[in-house]
């Protein structure tokens, strides 16, 4: 993967610089795509991903041990990792997996990678409880809602999603609201969308309605998710990205 482009991210007063495939759809596999119904979403640079990582990196995670589901490029990740956390970002896509650890080594952050499908997910639970989960963009699919219904209650008590208003995070907030309490604020580049923070809860709660809007950028991600799929039957050790 040799065309590559760069993006650069503004977080908390320095500057996160990416790689990432100049052309996404230079990548889409038709034997791959029947095989394990595999877009490579994770390519692109998606606003919620961007939404995710400057609120975490606001946050002083102090060693919080941190995972991050469908990492794509990494970004949510890094800044976790900038921001103290002990970080392991997981995609399904062995090429996700790959450029997250490369993007964390260009920006000097220490994490660990994984490959791991959300339906094979017995590395991560050996792993839990976490202390902080996150994901943004994952639920473009509806299956995709029902698989983290079932998996986030048994990986941590505490979720931060971004989402930038797909129909199936409708019903996940509406499920989710049953044994989480959901706090949802509007953000800068999710026109239609927010950011939403999980916390376990002892009895059923209700979704607190989103915040006023503050400014934000125009735009938002084409329908399909910047993850990309993570349901491949993909598992492997972790390994560890050091500092360059």
Same mark, same amino acid.
């Given at each position: ?59 002083? $995670?102090?060693?919080?041990? *941190?995972?991050? $589901?469908?990492?794509?490029? #990494? &970004? ?5 990792? &900038?921001?103290?956390?002990?970080? $392991? =970002? *997981? ?19 220490? &994490?660990? +990678? ?5 339906? =094979? ?34 990986? +941590? ?21 049953? *044994?989480?309490?959901?706090?949802? +604020?509007? *953000?800068? #580049? ?10 376990? +809860?002892? =009895? ?7 915040? =006023? ?17 993570? &349901? ?13």
């Amino acid at each position: 993967m040799n065309d590559l482009v760069e993006e650069v991210v503004a977080l908390d007063g320095r500057e996160v610089r990416l790689l990432r495939p100049r052309d996404s759809e230079a990548l889409l596999d038709e034997e791959a795509f029947e095989r394990e119904e595999f877009l490579p979403y994770w390519a692109e640079l998606w606003p919620s991903s961007v939404a995710l990582a400057r609120a975490v990196g606001k946050r002083a $995670l102090r060693g919080a041990r *941190t995972l991050e $589901l469908g990492c794509g490029l #990494g &970004l949510p990740s890094i800044a976790a990792a &900038l921001a103290g956390g002990r970080v $392991l =970002a *997981t995609d399904w896509s062995v090429e996700a997996v790959g450029m997250t650890a490369a993007n964390a080594e260009r920006n000097g952050a220490e &994490l660990e +990678t994984l490959v791991c499908s959300w339906t =094979a997910p017995q590395p991560l639970l050996a792993e839990a409880p976490w202390d902080l989960v996150l994901a943004s963009d994952v639920l473009y699919e509806r299956r995709n809602a029902e698989l983290l219904l079932d998996l986030l209650p048994r990986l +941590t008590a505490e979720v931060w999603l971004a989402d930038p208003g797909r129909p199936p995070a409708v019903r996940f907030l509406e499920e989710a609201a049953r *044994t989480w309490e959901i706090a949802s +604020t509007r *953000t800068p #580049g999710l026109a239609n969308g927010a950011l939403h923070r999980l916390r376990r +809860t002892a =009895a059923p709660s209700s979704v607190r309605r989103a915040s =006023a809007p503050e400014p934000r950028a125009q735009g938002g991600p084409a329908p399909g998710g910047r993850g990309g799929s993570h &349901l491949g039957p993909r598992p492997r050790g972790p390994q560890s990205v050091g500092a360059a």
